[in-house]
T-cell receptor, first 111, second 114 residues
Framework: TQLLEQSPQFLSIQEGENLTVYCNSS?????LQWYRQEPGEGPVLLVT?????EVKKLKRLTFQFGDARKDSSLHITAAQPGDTGLYLC???????????FGDGTTLTVKP | NAGVTQTPKFRVLKTGQSMTLLCAQDMNHEYMYWYRQDPGMGLRLIHYSVGEGTTAKGEVPDGYNVSRLKKQNFLLGLESAAPSQTSVYFCASSYWRPSNTEAFFGQGTRLTVV
């Protein structure tokens, strides 16, 4: 079983600040996804990364997959209150046919 | 396009009662999943299905049963509810292809066992 560790668990910042959250494992992933979950809703996919060293950008969000495909980071530039939510990473094991989720980072962006 | 629909959205059970949670998806996905989410513990996989008529155990299967008689439906059953099963339950579905593994989630069922 792949164990995914996300850090920090909680993060509270002011609007306009930058932040980075991390997703780490001792195992190699087939691919990794980042989801965002708002209160009372299910998670929604933000991005999928597949290739080691891959960098993807989604407006003010930058996602990076580690060279060894064991870790990933999510960087948010100039955070806004609308970025508030729970950020989850999920690792895929193609052979197992299922994904493992990290425990998430709860982000609060104060106006 | 409804996506993934879960019913009911809220439920309170007494210890020992049984219930079934229904998940329906209209995206023709092969894979379907049931997760539970507890504070500070992310999503834990209960059971999953890779196709109609097949199911498999996830990380925390004890106390739950599932069935997938039709491709679009995935049922989660609690035979004898316990307070430890108080949680928010999410159903999800996906394709499983190297180029597309996005999971689509329902809005969740908040279950309280008293």
């Amino acid at each position: 079983t792949q164990l995914l560790e996300q850090s920090p668990q909680f993060l509270s910042i002011q609007e306009g600040e930058n932040l980075t959250v991390y997703c780490n494992s001792s195992s190699v992933f087939s691919s990794l996804q980042w989801y965002r979950q708002e209160p009372g809703e299910g998670p929604v996919l933000l991005v999928t990364v597949v290739t080691g060293g891959e960098v993807k950008k989604l407006k003010r969000l930058t996602f990076q997959f580690g060279d060894a495909r064991k870790d990933s980071s999510l960087h948010i530039t100039a955070a806004q209150p609308g970025d508030t939510g729970l950020y989850l990473c999920a690792a895929h094991n193609t052979n197992a046919g299922k994904s493992t989720f990290g425990d998430g980072t709860t982000l609060t962006v104060k106006p | 396009n409804a996506g993934v629909t879960q019913t009911p959205k809220f439920r309170v059970l007494k210890t020992g009662q049984s219930m079934t949670l229904l998940c329906a998806q209209d995206m023709n996905h092969e894979y379907m999943y049931w997760y539970r989410q507890d504070p500070g513990m992310g999503l834990r996989l209960i059971h999953y299905s890779v196709g109609e008529g097949t199911t498999a155990k996830g990380e925390v299967p004890d106390g739950y049963n599932v069935s997938r008689l039709k491709k679009q439906n995935f049922l989660l059953g609690l035979e004898s509810a316990a307070p430890s099963q108080t949680s928010v339950y999410f159903c999800a579905s996906s394709y499983w292809r190297p180029s597309n593994t996005e999971a689509f989630f329902g809005q969740g069922t908040r279950l309280t066992v008293v």
